[in-house]
């Protein structure tokens, strides 16, 4: 084989690895995105059905309850203009509280009540998530513009 | 008066840097000796500096000195010594001071080890350093100055954040940094080389035990932060692809393919302007690692609108820095040539194939970083990018370098024959398919992924094997083997080890994700739940009184078949300062599996949810960093490098008798 051949073989090789691999990542990347919803946006159905989701807004003061087995929770998400149940197996993160911000990733069912398999609030008390925060902003303006 | 000492020797180590970064590379650049000698001093001088400062504000957290604004942010009289001294790198000032002074202490050990090289590399290495230093001290002192005052000073601090008050933390921070910044000195050698067009085998050389330390170094930090996220954030989770976690991640994984193109660069001279290319590429995500970690941008894009000056300093400084690099890189690459040509089948080529793996994986968690930042600033909406997206790329991009790693060590350089690989690996190939196909049914269940992951590490575990028998093939007596053994360089059995650790850490990641399990029950005294073939009981629930913080501590007895295994008590704790509770798990740590008891909320006063986990072989996922940072140290404490210092030092005469001794 002589050299230039060789480099071709080379070229080639890497070049066909290379489109594989960049194929597979972006494919990989936009099946995997997790977009992020305001409880308003959920509310005008602006949200997929059977698709994984972000919710973010407050906890609304008096809705954490447990469930009879125990270790299921059911809360009420709220941007302060809507609201949505959101029902959660598992242990509740360090610094969920009522009445503070939270983010939330699942799927929406049929019967209108998010059901997460994370629940994020994190890092310190007066922390707000930046996701939640914005939920509530966006509710606040679009309250001003009416 | 102890801040202002600190204060001022920050401002005399900027004016040193400057002239650090300036003089030895004019003078190099005009062959003037006397310049060029000024780098070494200065890189002293800067170093003692930056200790006086670090230590200034050590001070400052040990004495309470709340009149020094970071500290009151940072620290509280109720805090124990430990974590006051260590509270000086828990925000973002004392963390740019510690990166800085780290950087100031690889500044000196260059001055110390390299007395081998000539002048005008030292004094380009040094200066190239001395520009970054200038750099980050220019950023504390305009942005970020740890020693701002506070006055009146208010009677208490606000404490330090209580998921820091941890031993893990203690030494996370600074192990990271010491790889970050390390790197800086791969980064000046590859300047270096481009400012004097000298890059040969000599120079891959000199900065090859650079860069295996500083990779060492983040191996340890990225396994230690790893381990405090298990234990500390309360779940069990050791990776969450989170962005923090990532920023330390990519340049580990260019550093990774950096330290096997310089082995290349060294061996063959091949490889030579892409090694410089991914010298520049570990340095420069090693900073977007600090910036992305440390400026808060993470929280939120639009914390840089907090402190504009910040924000904008850093995406200067990053610009600067990376963009000169690479303009010089595209306008010197050139004069450096590409090196001997290789073999489609050779020991290059599949490093060469693994270097491409390893960078594409460094792209595609750069993507996932930084896509969903990137689209908030425009304000395109909000995304985010799970764990998902990352084990789909992740998986088919490590299957394939795993494998190479086992054909590498064995394949010749410049020209390997196919035929002959596969003889010598037909057996190691034979038992790696056998045991990920039937191992997984030992185990209880059988997945694709399982099946995977134990057939990698067997691969790399047997590959190894064949890679030892081959080195002793021509060995004919027990003797011979052992002299054989003994005259194998340290590097090579720092390449053998730190293989292995791949290995432990895939036996661990796929045990571990493959056969925990874990149960959310509610319990109160008296009752038990079972896990795995462990029973965990509720012995009973006490309240406890910690230095600065009151817990609700459960008790809880495990047994098997009736034995008793241990006690474990997680708590609930909750930090008097700033009122913030934190979950402090319990576990029963053994070699192939942990016991991991979490308090989680009260039903009422006398029931609570527990988590229960039975984690199989978790602790191989540390121990596998650890036997690939004991790698990284042992092929930087190659004979060749200390020898090649040692004969330039003896002089000239005497590298004659060296050379005809070889």
């Not at chain 2, 490590?398 to 390997?416: I, S, T, Y």
Request: charged share 15%; hydrophobic share 55%; net charge positive.
């Amino acid at each position: 084989m002589k050299p230039r051949h060789r480099r071709l073989i080379l070229v080639a090789a890497g070049l066909a690895a290379l489109s594989i691999t960049a194929a597979l990542v972006l494919n990989a990347f936009r099946s995997n995105l997790v977009f992020f919803f305001t409880p308003t946006q959920v509310a005008d159905r602006e949200a997929p059905v059977n698709k994984t989701f972000r919710i973010g807004g407050l906890v609304e003061k008096g809705s954490l309850k447990h469930l009879p087995d125990g270790v299921t929770v059911q809360f009420v998400v709220t941007d302060t203009a809507k609201s949505i149940p959101v029902r959660y197996k598992g242990i509740l993160p360090d610094l969920f509280s009522e009445g503070k911000g939270v983010v939330a990733q699942g799927r929406l069912e049929p019967d209108g009540v998010f059901v997460a398999h994370q629940v994020l609030a994190k890092h310190d008390a007066n922390y707000m998530p930046p996701d939640a925060a914005a939920a509530l902003k966006a509710a606040h303006s679009a309250r001003l513009a009416q | 008066m102890i801040p202002e000492i600190g204060q001022f020797a920050l401002s005399l180590a900027l004016a040193v840097a400057l002239a650090q970064a300036i003089l030895p590379l004019a003078g190099a650049a005009r062959g003037d000796a006397a310049w060029m000698a000024i780098a070494r001093p200065a890189a002293r001088v800067q170093f003692a500096l930056l200790a006086l400062a670090f230590a200034c504000l050590t001070y400052s957290f040990v004495a309470n000195d709340f009149s020094v604004a970071y500290v009151a942010e940072h620290s509280n009289t109720s805090l124990p010594l430990v974590y006051r001294i260590t509270g000086v790198w828990g925000g973002h000032e004392g963390s740019m001071l510690l990166w800085t002074t780290l950087l100031a202490a690889w500044m000196f050990a260059v001055t110390l080890f390299s007395g081998h090289l000539p002048e005008d590399m030292v004094a380009r290495v040094l200066g190239v350093m001395g520009i970054v230093s200038a750099g980050f001290l220019a950023f504390i002192l305009f942005t970020s100055d740890p020693f701002t005052r506070l006055l009146p000073a208010p009677p208490n601090g606000r404490d330090l954040n209580p998921l820091l008050q941890d031993p893990g933390m203690v030494a996370h921070p600074p192990m990271l940094y010491m790889g970050y910044v390390g790197f800086s000195v791969a980064f000046a050698f590859a300047i270096a080389a481009l400012l004097s067009g000298r890059l040969d085998a000599a120079w891959a050389r000199w900065s090859r035990p650079w860069t295996l330390v500083a990779w060492m170094f983040l191996t340890l930090g990225i396994a230690l932060g790893s381990a405090w996220a298990y234990y500390v954030l309360g779940w069990g989770g050791w990776w969450f692809w989170d962005p923090v976690e990532n920023a330390s991640f990519m340049p580990w994984l260019v550093g990774t393919a950096l330290i096997h193109s310089l082995a290349v660069t060294e061996k063959r001279g091949s490889f030579r302007s892409w090694t410089v290319l991914l010298a520049i590429c570990a340095f420069a995500l090693s900073l977007l690692g600090t910036f992305l970690v440390r400026s808060g941008v993470l929280t939120s894009v639009h914390a840089f609108a907090v402190d504009p000056r910040r924000g904008v300093f850093i995406l200067i400084l990053f610009a600067a820095l990376v963009g000169s690099s690479l303009v010089l890189y595209a306008a010197r690459t050139a004069r450096i040539g590409l090196g001997g040509s290789f073999d489609v089948v050779s020991r290059e080529s599949s490093l060469l194939a693994n270097n491409v793996l390893l960078t594409v994986a460094a792209a595609s968690v750069l993507l996932g970083t930084l896509y969903p930042l990137a689209l908030d600033a425009l304000g395109a909406g909000k995304i985010s990018v799970g764990p998902p997206y990352f084990d789909a790329v992740f998986v088919p991009l490590m299957a394939p370098a795993v494998f190479l790693m086992g054909v590498g060590p064995l394949a010749r350089w410049k020209r390997a024959s196919l035929p002959e690989l596969a003889v010598l690996l037909r057996w190691a190939l034979a038992v790696s398919v056998a045991c990920g196909v039937l191992l997984p049914l030992v185990l209880g269940r059988w997945s694709p992924m399982i099946g995977l992951g134990l057939a990698l590490a067997v691969w790399v575990v047997a590959t190894s094997v064949v890679t030892l028998r081959e080195r002793l093939r021509h060995a004919s007596s027990a003797a011979s083997a052992w002299a054989r053994l003994r005259s194998t360089p340290r590097a090579w059995y720092g390449m053998f080890l730190a293989h292995l650790g791949i290995a432990v850490f895939i036996v661990g990641v796929t045990m571990d994700k493959g056969y925990e399990s874990q149960k959310d029950v509610r319990m109160q005294a008296g009752d038990t739940v079972e896990l795995s073939g462990y029973t965990f009981r509720m012995i009973g629930i006490s309240k406890v009184q910690g230095p600065n913080f009151t817990a609700t501590q459960a008790q809880i007895e495990i047994t098997r078949g009736g034995r008793p295994v241990a006690n474990l008590y997680p708590q609930r704790r909750i930090y008097t300062v700033q009122q913030m509770p934190m979950t402090d798990a319990a576990i029963n740590a053994g070699l192939f599996r942990h016991l991991y008891v979490t308090l989680g909320d009260p039903l009422n006063a006398t029931t609570w949810i527990v988590r229960v986990q039975v984690r199989p072989f978790v602790s191989w996922i540390w121990l596998g960093c650890l036997v690939m940072a004991i790698g990284g140290l042992l092929s930087a404490t190659d004979r060749r490098y200390r020898v090649a210092a040692a004969i330039r030092r003896a002089g000239a005469a005497e590298i004659a008798v060296a050379q005809a001794a070889r």
